[in-house]
């Protein structure tokens, strides 16, 4: 293995994607696809920051947050779940000369980034190292590893994915596509009625990664938090029904779609949305008011662990789409 770096390195992908082309051609061409990366700050620096909500947090973490399991000279098999900047695959690989190491991955993008900081050639030929990315990951279920890495960062983002690998098999899937503010509890509802999750990023990945996904996934249903133009006629496509659940001021009226729309459910927490959006062809509108999840947002009792976290002399109140304000405003305005 090369000596470690900071950055990345555009010849060093190439190299390592070179030597994965040998073994899966179709997994290396999947890694270059277009993707987009302005949720990692700083790529290319020594430091990339990943965004979360409106804030950043490191990506780089320190080998001990990883938890990796002890040296040993034994040939065990190991998974580790969220591959981030490839650090502590690197130290996997120091520690046990002779293990097996199969790596899952979400982010193309991200795994491009670790590609192009370390050289693992000798391990991609060897067989020591194999890489799986996004849908791939149904080759997981059923699997017997010696330990499981989680990624100390990306491994909460990834917990719906972790979810999906220990679900059985017969567990119906549904897409959720990716956002923030009350996906989490759409996917505590979802999870609730039986079924499990994976997160469609459809606003970042390419096409063809998106409907590889459904290929190897088979998802029953497509759920997602306000409604995203086109997304209609691509569940149409592929024969999925699409369930969209409005909980943000929507300050563009619905677009007809271009197919039809009997596969949509819309419930929006405007009642002067839903005729907007049945005058633009989505026939099953509902108004459904919106309410707190009561078994994550309760008071909690004075023994409770989680107090300390929510615990405040301030409190703030107020309106989370006030940077949309001016954009809006200039847009009427001119």
């Known amino acids: 293995m090369g000596p470690p770096s900071n950055s990345t390195n555009l010849p060093r992908l190439l190299r390592n994607l070179g030597c994965i082309d040998a073994i899966d051609a179709a997994l290396g061409q999947r890694i270059r696809l277009p993707v987009d990366d302005q949720h990692v700050v700083g790529s290319d620096g020594d430091t990339p920051l990943l965004r979360a909500g409106r804030a950043t947090i ?17 040939p065990h098999q190991y998974l580790l779940f969220g591959l981030g900047l490839g650090e502590g695959l690197r130290e996997l690989l120091r520690r046990s000369p002779y293990c097996q190491v199969t790596v899952w991955e979400r982010d193309p993008w991200m795994m491009r980034l670790a590609l192009g900081r370390h050289d693992y050639r000798q391990e991609i030929r060897s067989g020591r190292v194999s890489f799986l990315l996004g849908p791939d990951l149904i080759s997981l279920r059923g699997r017997r590893f010696d330990a499981v890495v989680h990624h100390p960062v990306l491994g909460p983002k990834y917990a719906r994915e972790w979810d999906f690998v220990q679900a059985p098999a017969e567990t119906p899937c549904v897409f959720m596509v990716e956002g923030e503010l ?45 409604y995203t133009q086109g997304l209609a006629e691509a569940c149409f496509r592929v024969g999925l029904p699409l369930a969209i659940w409005e909980i943000d001021p929507c300050l563009n009226p619905p677009q007809k779609s271009q197919t039809p729309t009997e596969h949509v459910s819309i419930f929006t927490y405007r009642e002067a949305n839903v005729e907007s959006y049945q005058k633009a062809g989505f026939a099953h509108t509902r108004y459904m008011p919106l309410a707190a999840n009561v078994r994550r947002r309760r008071p909690l009792a004075k023994h409770d662990p989680d107090l300390a976290n929510f615990s405040s002399r301030v409190c703030f109140v107020g309106n989370s789409t006030t940077a949309r304000v001016s954009p809006a405003r200039d847009a009427f305005l001119s």
């Open 182 to 226: 009350f996906v989490q509890d759409f996917v505590d509802a979802l999870r609730d009625a039986g079924n499990t999750t994976y997160t469609w990023e459809i606003n970042r990945l390419s096409p063809e990664e998106l409907f590889l996904a459904i290929q190897k996934l088979s998802p029953h249903l497509v759920a997602g938090i306000n």
């Open 58 to 74: 490191p990506l780089l973490s320190s080998i001990e947050d990883h938890h990796l399991p002890p040296q040993t000279d034994q």
